[in-house]
Structure formats: C-alpha cells, structure tokens
C-alpha cells in the first residue's frame, strides 16, 4: 500500500543531518512494514531485530552503549553485515529495552553514518515514563497513523478521484455528480473498513465486511493485550475500562468526556493516568476545550474538559456494534453523527493538527478549530445535508479573521465567506 510516510522514509535516508530515526504510532498501523517491507527498496539491505519477541536481541544492548560494540554484537548474533551508508538497522519494539532506547543518543554522536530505525507500538508511553532515559533531540521522528481517507483511495485503486478531489478543493467547485456520489458511497466504506492496513487489505481481497470484523475483533483483543503486558495492574483495569467508555461517551448528545460514564462516581483522579495512557499509546486521540479562538490555541485550553476520539472509525464502529448496513446507507441516528466526528479527527490528526474545539454556554459550539501557521480555521461538522447552525454564523461576526468550513454530504462551494467541503475531502484541508 502507497503511505504518505514512505516519502517521509526517503527524505530522512537523504537528509545530510540525519539522526537516528523513531517511527511513532498505534499498534498495527503500518510502522513494521515501512521499516522493514518498504525500506528495502530504499536501501541495499535491512538488518530487522526485535526487542518484543526475541529475548537474546536485548543482551545484544546490555553490554555497554557504545554504537560500534552494538553493531557487532548484532552481526555476530544474526550473521548479517550491516555496512554504513547502505545498511538499515531496524530495532522493533524498542520501548522493551530501555538501553535500546538510550544507546539511539550515542548512534547519534558517535556513530552517524549508520543508518538506524526504531519503531514501538507503545514508544509515547516508554518516552513519557520518568524512569526511561529518552535521547531528546537525538532523534529524529515520524508519526504513522492508521491510513487517511486519501490512502485508502489510492489502496482501492482510485488515484485519479484523489486527483479530481484536490483539484476541487483548489477551486472550490463541485466535482460531477457521478464523481460525487461515488466519492460519498466510498467514504462510507471507509467509516466501516477504517484504515488499519490489514483490516484495509482484508477488504480489497474479497470485499467482505464480516472479515474485516474479524480483523478489527483481532486488533482490539490486542489492545487489551497491551494494557495487560505495558501497564501496571492497578492502571490495567482502569484502562481498560476507559476505552471501553469511548462508544457510549460519543454516542451522547454532548459528547464531552465524562468520567462517570466509565463508572458510577468516576472521577480524573481515579481516571485520569488510565486515559493519559491511552493517548500516549496512539490508542485515542485527546481534542481539548479552547476557551477562546485565538493563536495560539494552546494558551487558551480548558484542561478539565475534553472529548477522546477513537484512532479508527472502522474500530469504533466494531467496537460499538454498530449497524453497518445502515452506515454504508447513510444513515443511522445519533451514532452516525459520532462517527462523522470521529473520522474528522482522525484526518485531521493524520496531517498532525492538534485536536481542539469551543463552546460557549451550551449555545454554541464549533467541532474542530486548528491552527497552522497562526492562521485559524473554524470546523463544523454534519453527517448528511441539513447543515442549519448558528454557530457558524455567530462566529463570523465575532472572529472575522478566522476561516470557516463546513464539513457535510454537500458538494464543493463558497457562500459568503464560508467554505462548504465534502467530508470525503477532508484530508485537503
């Protein structure tokens, strides 16, 4: 599958200033498979070690961090040759070996001309761990993410709609109405599929929603898996049960995260290391409360509210046991208006915006605001046609500087001052 970071790959294997490079994500979203799959049309050989699964690899780091004894204690141990400038040493699963970690510091001071990639699927939680010795800017990093809308057009075969979409969005005129519906019919797909690459795969081979299930069912028993293996026994459950929330948390009518939902009485001192957790694990994405639409945005964040999207929809939508017949229609309550939201943000945090919303006095409430640049961008989402909302129209009056964009079913168009986009074309903005 054509990624976005497979570029991101070969601009840092040709960058002069190169430092040893950290590949960041949720379990399952692509990061092996670009470092040791995709890397090997990059370079003349991959060396793969992996810290999870085989126990021997971490003596290979316990004997000091200097780079050249790690090296050949590496040869030694796989046989293989790893040359400067042509070899890519892959350390998977790094976050298991804390030398592993800390020895990047010194491949990237004394010895730079090795090529050296970790990835680990819990690495922000290894990295946000006080007792972990994390070589900061030492590294360089890419944050993989389960694949956007535009991937999963071109893995579908589907690279001249990709085309016709970006150039609509340019000029901000309709694409033909064929064009339209059948962009419209294949993001419903893709809120059913999602965009784990295997769940993805599963479905070009032979089109079955049944399998993919079994799929998403596959990916989420490792989650819980991982909060078993990485978390202590006291955070476990807590986390667990956490996740467990997000459908219900959605599918209110305001979504705002709420810890007695989780259970009778919660509360963030009881809750609040379990969902940090998660979203250091890529598992969740966190979008903050902005008290004002102002840059920069992050001065202005309520901490103590928040709403927590899921990194997939075609997960939430497993998760939530949800009608799929119904959302490939089109329709589906209240829930379908969750999943709209839920698939904003994971485009939006594919591109590495910060998630951030605003509300004022339960009277108004924009979905998403991003910030680039200093320039602000106001994002209102609706899951079919009827896009009627004040706040929108009060916020023009109140922030004329800010650009406003309306995400629906509806075509492409300008009215006013306000951008209407198609949810298809998300991943333009």
């Known amino acids: 599958m ?5 570029e991101l790959l070969r601009e840092w294997r040709d960058r002069a200033d190169r430092k040893p490079l950290l590949v960041k ?11 040791r799959t995709y890397a090997q049309d990059l370079f003349e050989s991959v060396v793969y070690v992996n810290l999870e699964n085989d126990r021997s690899a971490r003596a290979d780091f ?3 961090l200097d780079p050249h004894s790690i090296v050949r204690a590496i040869e030694a141990r796989t046989g293989q040759r790893i040359v400067p400038g042509k070899t890519l040493l892959f350390i998977d699963e790094i976050q298991v070996c804390e030398e592993a970690l800390t020895s990047l510091k010194y491949f990237c001071e004394d010895a730079p001309e090795y090529y050296v990639a970790a990835a680990g699927s819990l690495l922000g939680v290894a990295i946000n761990h006080q007792s972990y010795s994390f070589p900061v800017g030492k590294t360089d990093l890419i944050e993989m993410a389960p694949l956007d809308f535009e991937e999963f057009l071109w893995a579908m075969g589907h690279d001249q709609l990709v085309d016709e979409i970006r150039s609509s969005f340019e000029f901000m005129g309709p694409l033909a109405p064929s064009l339209h519906e059948k962009a419209l019919g294949l993001y419903r797909q893709y809120l059913v599929v999602g965009g784990m690459p295997e769940a993805v795969q599963t479905y070009i081979d032979d089109q079955s929603i049944i399998d993919v299930a079994e799929k998403h069912r596959i990916i989420l028993d490792g989650y819980s898996a991982d909060t078993n293996k990485y978390a202590d026994e006291r955070l476990s459950a807590k986390t667990r049960a956490c996740f467990d929330s997000i459908p219900q948390q959605l599918a209110k009518e305001n979504r705002k995260f709420q810890y007695k939902v989780v259970r009778a009485g919660g509360n963030a001192s009881l809750f609040g290391d379990a969902l940090d957790w998660l979203v250091l694990s890529g598992t969740v994405a966190r979008c903050s409360l902005v008290g004002q639409i ?14 927590i999207y899921q990194a997939d929809t075609g997960l939430l939508v497993s998760k939530a046991g949800a009608q799929r017949a119904d959302i490939l229609a089109g329709i589906g309550g209240t829930f379908m208006g969750a999943l709209t939201e839920n698939y904003v943000a994971q485009q939006l945090s594919a591109m590495g915006y910060p998630l951030y919303y605003w509300a004022r006095d339960n009277r108004a409430e924009i979905d998403f605001v991003v910030e680039k640049q200093g320039c ?3 994002i209102e989402v609706k899951a079919g046609e009827n896009t009627r909302s004040r706040s929108l129209s009060s916020l023009k009056k109140t922030h004329p500087g800010v650009r406003l964009i309306r995400l629906s079913t509806k075509p492409f168009g300008m009215n006013d001052g306000l951008m209407s986009v198609p949810l298809y074309a998300a991943f333009c903005l």
């Not at 054509?2 to 497979?6: I, Q």
């Not at 994500?25 to 470092?35: A, M, P």
């Open 294 to 307: 102002e840059s920069p945005l992050e001065a202005f964040v309520n901490p103590s509210a928040f709403k």
């Open 376 to 378: 602000l961008s106001a």
């Open 25 to 35: 994500g949720v379990r399952q979203c692509g990061k092996t498979y670009l470092l």
């Open 2 to 6: 054509r990624r976005k970071a497979d």
């Open 62 to 64: 316990s004997g000091g």
